[in-house]
């Protein structure tokens, strides 16, 4: 509240009361502003959730408490951009990987109110273990929450998933940057890691924040000590974080 209430976005926090009571906002499109931004914010979503400073605050902690210490950041599942439009205020490279199309679609929207179209990429692909077309299940309220569909969901549109690796050539990250990775893909974290596998390798100075709600930690650290040896410690209740801690490579069968 005290966010919204700095900002004078009354009905943000309104928004936030009835979000809670029945799973519903505003009822027409809205630009709010926070402590993050300036952002679009849909009509009957949780928009207004993710653009406030203190969302998984947890997370954001993290990453503020350490912007100094990174020049690039990788967000895997980037939504509406939140985390984009902050850290690129600290002169941090930002590629954002966003496969739902209504949600990119309010990412470049959000990257335009914050004069940061020439400075953050955004890419509307999500990151996985394969080049694919996959059905995809979008949540018109929860949107953070859109994920691939399984057998028996139905599926509402379709998504672009890449590897890191086949989009590695064209993005141009030098082997001597500090890098943060921040991979949020609702249970397809083990996927998108086994898919960027050269890169966490090849680079030395790589450092992720993965939400293991959906996947659990086990898988995660597993894969990842497949290819090196990482420290890992607690970030909140949701995810972890995975510091490479040596420039041994291995190879992923």
């Known amino acids: 509240m005290w966010d919204y209430l700095k ?6 926090i309104l928004s936030s009361l009835k979000y809670l009571i ?20 849909r009509k009957n979503t949780n928009d207004f959730q993710f653009a406030n400073y203190y969302y998984e605050w947890g997370v954001k902690k993290y990453l503020l408490d ?18 984009s439009v902050l850290l690129s205020r600290y002169g941090i490279r930002c590629l954002a990987f966003e496969p739902v199309e209504n949600n990119f679609d309010v990412l470049l929207k959000n990257l335009e109110l914050n004069n940061l179209k020439s400075k953050v990429q955004a890419f ?5 273990d394969r080049n694919e077309t996959v ?36 993005l141009n990250i030098d082997k001597a940057e500090n890098i943060l990775i921040k991979l949020d893909l609702e249970g ?28 659990g930690q086990s898988p995660i650290k597993g894969i990842l000590n497949e290819l090196a040896q990482f420290e890992f410690n607690e970030v909140d209740k949701f995810n972890i974080s995975a510091k490479k801690i040596n420039k041994k490579s291995f190879n992923l069968q």
């Not at 900002?7 to 943000?12: D, I, L, N, Q, T």
């Not at 912007?67 to 985390?83: E, H, L, P």
């Not at 509307?124 to 996985?128: M, R, S």
């Open 135 to 170: 059905n995809f299940v979008f949540n018109p309220i929860n949107t953070g929450a859109s994920h691939i569909a399984s057998f028996d969901e139905h599926a509402n549109c379709t998504a672009v998933i890449r590897t890191f690796d086949s989009l590695l050539p064209k």
């Open 188 to 215: 397809m974290e083990v996927e998108a890691i086994r898919g960027a596998s050269n890169f966490i390798r090849d680079y030395p100075n790589v450092t992720l924040v993965i939400e293991d709600k959906h996947t």
């Open 7 to 12: 900002h004078g976005e009354f009905v943000a």
């Open 124 to 128: 509307p692909v999500g990151l996985g």
């Open 22 to 41: 029945n799973k519903r906002s505003h009822h027409s499109d809205r630009i709010i502003h926070t402590s993050v931004g300036t952002f679009f914010c």
């Open 66 to 83: 350490r912007k100094n210490k990174f020049s690039v950041f990788i967000d895997g599942g980037s939504g509406i951009g939140d985390y």
